[in-house]
């Protein structure tokens, strides 16, 4: 039986729509054609979404999520820790804080961007999701929408950051660690590193919620879920 499957799994990487359709049927419990098998994966990101995406786009959805919580780039650790030494942690903390406020301000910008991209997808899409690796769905999403996030996501954290005083509480931050002895200058592009851990953030949270359907039977959550992932599980 195994032998077979395996034998099974192979050729839907290679076979038409059509002849997919006729290995498909011949699965035991398995009636699915194959505009309900796009639908069910379809089923599957729009749920990754709603379940996933949706809660980095509250207060703290970033900022105590430890999963995809913005640190600070490599070149204001050191900006943090002087300021930590002289005694100013609850600036450096507020500093931190905005950062991750200006993600979660831009993050509900994400949810048309992703469902265009999932009414795009074609069958071939759809085959090669389905019976491809743990994060497949995640890899054709960030392929197909990265650049337009990063178009939204980035004049949106560049007003976030003047909305929740941001720009004037790094603009402090590195202007006072500037002024000390024996440093180096720094001036980061701040809005350019946080979009692009947000859109990381965003990734990461589709990604959660694409293995768990992909591996709980608790989390396909509708008959045709359970049904065309039954596919997947036969690989």
Not at 48 to 62: E, F, R
Not at 71 to 91: C, F, H, M, Y
Not at 167 to 190: A, G, K, M, S
């Amino acid at each position: 039986m195994i032998k077979r499957i395996l034998g099974i799994v192979l050729i839907l990487q290679f076979v038409s729509c059509a002849e997919l359709q006729q290995v498909v049927n011949q699965l035991p419990g398995n009636e699915l054609s194959n505009e309900q098998i796009g639908q069910g994966l379809k089923e599957a990101l729009n749920n990754g979404i709603s379940n996933q995406v949706n809660t980095l786009a509250v207060k703290d959805g970033y900022f105590k999520n430890e999963l995809v919580k913005i640190l600070l780039p490599e070149e204001l650790q050191k900006v943090d820790k002087a300021l930590r030494t002289i005694g100013l942690s609850s600036v450096a903390d507020e500093g931190l804080k905005v950062l991750n406020r200006a993600a979660e301000d831009a993050v509900g910008e994400a949810i048309p961007i992703f469902v265009d991209a999932i009414k795009e997808m074609t069958f071939n899409d759809v085959k090669g999701i389905l019976f491809g690796n743990q994060n497949a769905a995640t890899t054709y999403l960030q392929d197909k929408t990265n650049n337009a996030l990063y178009q939204k996501f980035n004049p949106i954290i560049n007003n976030s950051f003047k909305k929740v005083g941001a720009d004037v509480i790094w603009e402090d931050l590195i202007t006072r660690y500037n002024n000390l002895p024996l440093t180096n200058d720094v001036n980061p592009d701040l809005t350019a590193y946080v979009t692009d851990e947000a859109l990381k953030g965003v990734y990461k949270m589709v990604e959660v919620e694409e293995r768990n359907i992909r591996t709980k039977f608790s989390s396909r959550t509708s008959d045709l879920l359970k049904k065309v992932f039954a596919l997947q599980d036969k690989k």
